[in-house]
């Protein structure tokens, strides 16, 4: 399958560029995968779509304030430096300019309070960095970095908590999981109330999930690998959902990745962590989801093949050019669709 099947007419004016003070205000286009049927609605009527006894998943997940700027120990160039994930001989980076980082090469941050050495070279600019610090790396972090907004985000956020969810917890992504970013805690709190479950599972965000497809052909692509978990809580909620014949609804395409990877082929979940490069695309069949909640995404990503995969290309398409007509908002702080 060819990846330009996946392409479309983005107006650059409609690439969101700071968040809605209300984060229920976003608008929604509820898309029924069935029918190609469309309705226009705000955020918050997405409890209307709930049905007592389904289960709603979310990606628990909490961005690093990971982007750094520093000098070279030697010459005092500047760096700017992009924490991804920790592996066993260091941190994989993304840096800049990588020409002047090699094996050997040592940057400081904060006057010394952080010191990363290269110890090995990665494709692309990547980087493993040995970092050495005192006390606990977090707080580092919390003091010197700054939020890894994607590069279409061209203004300052001033509140980094807006690229969080509200329900944001275990530290480790590169990036916000931007579907449950609409959420508020009363919105949970309502549709709680309504008898819908809500359920956290965990995947730590790399770039490899919004990198370009580079490839000519889907099939072609390589996944970057992403480091999940889900708990026995977890698990036995979604096979309660399964067995009473209630839905299972994803927020996001992370939230979707994880549970496609947990799932076997009954749709049964069990506890489990692990890294995962799964890549749906169409002619993937789903085993572990009904529905789910994510923004809009990137022409000719895996994000929309995705979504194409749930939905149907011909409907997801028609989707975005009925998003794109009626001036909704993309990417990572614009509005939202509802497959269901």
Not at 3 to 21: C, G, H, K, M, S
Not at 192 to 212: C, D, E, M, Q
Not at 248 to 258: A, D
């Amino acid at each position: 399958m060819e990846v330009n099947e996946f392409d479309f007419e983005l107006p650059e004016r409609l690439i969101a560029q700071t968040p809605l003070l209300d984060r229920t205000s976003s608008r929604l286009l509820a898309l029924n995968k069935e029918t190609g049927d469309i309705q226009h609605q705000t955020f918050k009527d997405v409890v209307s779509y709930l049905n007592p006894g389904d289960t709603l998943v979310l990606n628990d997940t909490k961005v690093m304030p990971a982007r750094l700027f520093g000098v070279k120990v030697d010459t005092g160039a500047k760096v700017e430096m992009l924490m991804l994930t920790e592996h066993e001989d260091g941190w994989e980076v993304l840096i800049k300019p990588a020409k002047r980082v090699q094996i050997g090469t040592k940057v400081s941050f904060g006057d010394g309070k952080i010191i990363a050495e290269c110890v090995n070279l990665l494709e692309q600019g990547g980087r493993i960095m040995k970092l050495e610090f005192e006390g606990i790396l977090q707080e580092r972090l919390d003091e010197l970095g700054l939020m890894p907004l994607p590069p279409y985000i061209k203004e300052t956020l001033e509140d980094q908590d807006r690229y969080q969810t509200v329900y944001a917890r275990e530290v480790g992504s590169a990036a916000a999981p931007t579907a449950g970013l609409h959420f508020t805690t009363e919105l949970l709190d309502e549709i709680k109330s309504k008898g819908v479950n809500i359920a956290y599972i965990t995947l730590h965000v790399g770039l490899g999930t919004f990198r370009p497809v580079s490839v000519e052909t889907i099939e072609a692509h390589e996944m970057h690998s992403e480091y999940y978990e889900m708990s026995s809580e977890t698990a036995s909620l979604l096979n309660q959902t399964r067995t009473n014949g209630h839905r299972i609804i994803t927020v996001g395409t992370t939230s979707t990745r994880t549970l496609e990877t947990i799932a076997d082929n009954d749709g049964k979940f069990k506890a489990a962590s692990g890294w995962t490069d799964i890549f749906i695309y169409p002619g993937y069949t789903f085993r572990g989801i009904d529905g789910m909640i994510t923004n809009f995404h990137l022409p000719k990503s895996t994000l929309v093949m995705l979504v194409s995969t749930l939905a149907g290309k011909e409907n997801i398409m028609k989707a975005y050019n009925e998003a794109i007509k009626e001036e909704y908002r993309f990417f990572s702080f614009g509005d939202a669709m509802l497959i269901y």
